[in-house]
């Protein structure tokens, strides 16, 4: 019986190794990509900054135990930017619970360089692609929100074209989370927020979602307890119970026939900005073509609905152009 668990232990350890490896081979491929797709709109960039130190050091080594954390993130400066000019920046959140800033998103992004957007995209902790300690450093509506706000910071501080005075945060699902929370902790560093199809209560979701998404939570690295254990620390890590922070004109989206996000999540998130007095603009749209990523897609429907966003973005950003179709 030792034998076989010991057996089993070693076939676990195996298949994380061979899955890191190959995370991290995609996401060297992946970076290459980014600077082939984005040639003819935008400079790629690529900077290294610093993240405060983990909540939990259980996935750092011995002698780097305590110490902040490193992260990447990704920079796009529209190409026939004017020297001495000043432009709107986004910060656009990549989702998750554990994934990357991955080239899938380009169709986004090229759509906001030729608006005139400064683009910034961080591999906040946790995320794919920088090997198994990276991933462990996971802090799912926690220390993530501060490595944004840390990219955020950086683009202000360091990048010349960018306007202070006209910054905006995008994501959807997981990313939706955090940029929601970014506005709801930060909210005199940013004009305006989207936040698509959005993570919204962790309590509801550990309840919908299996075990083996319960357990990604649940890890000693990580929150280290279920949501029937700690409730309330779930309930800290959701935007749905810090409607009242709300400063920041933002809009939500939605879709009734969302596979990931259970559309309850959400409407549980408008009902608290609502009940908390809150102004926002909102949409579910019912059954959209493309569930969970209805509106990240290359359909005609989909384009029409970023454009919905896109307008919403330029009335407190004021891009040098607008996309109208």
Do not use: C
Not at 133 to 158: K, S, T
Not at 204 to 230: C, N, V, W
């Amino acid at each position: 019986m030792e034998d076989i668990k010991r057996l089993e232990e070693q076939m676990k350890a195996l298949h994380a190794s061979t899955m890191f490896a190959v995370e991290d081979l995609a996401k060297a491929v992946d970076n290459m990509l980014w600077y082939q797709k984005m040639q003819d709109y935008a400079t790629v960039g690529e900077v290294t900054l610093i993240g405060s130190p983990p909540g939990n050091t259980k996935a750092q080594s011995d002698q780097d135990k305590g110490n902040p954390i490193k992260f990447k993130a990704y920079t796009f400066t529209p190409l026939g930017v004017k020297p001495g000019g000043r432009y709107p920046l986004l910060v656009y959140v990549h989702g998750g619970v554990h994934s990357n800033f991955a080239s899938g998103s380009a169709n986004i992004i090229t759509e906001l360089v030729r608006q005139g957007y400064i683009v910034i995209s961080p591999d906040y902790r946790g995320s794919t692609g920088y090997g198994s300690q990276f991933w462990q450093m996971i802090d799912y509506g926690g220390l993530e929100v501060e490595d944004v706000y840390a990219a955020r910071n950086w683009a202000v501080e360091n990048m010349k074209l960018v306007d202070p005075e006209r910054v905006g945060i995008i994501g959807w699902s997981h990313g939706g989370l955090i940029s929601l929370f970014n506005t709801f902790f930060h909210p005199k560093d940013y004009q305006v927020a989207y936040a698509g199809v959005p993570v919204s209560d962790l309590v509801a979701r550990m309840g919908y979602k299996g075990p083996h998404y319960q357990e990604l939570f649940s890890a000693d690295y990580h929150i280290g307890k279920t949501a029937a254990q700690d409730p309330w620390e779930y309930r800290r890590r959701s935007p749905a119970w810090h409607a009242e922070k709300l400063q920041t004109p933002l809009l939500i989206h939605t879709t009734t026939n969302d596979e990931d996000v259970n559309v309850l999540e959400v409407e549980h998130l408008i009902k608290s900005l609502q009940a908390a007095g809150k102004e926002f603009e909102w949409r579910i749209y019912e059954n959209a073509p493309g569930g969970h990523v209805f509106n990240r897609i290359d359909t005609r429907a989909a384009r029409e609905s970023r454009l919905e966003i896109y307008h919403f973005l330029a009335r407190h950003l004021s891009p040098p152009n607008v996309l109208l179709d």
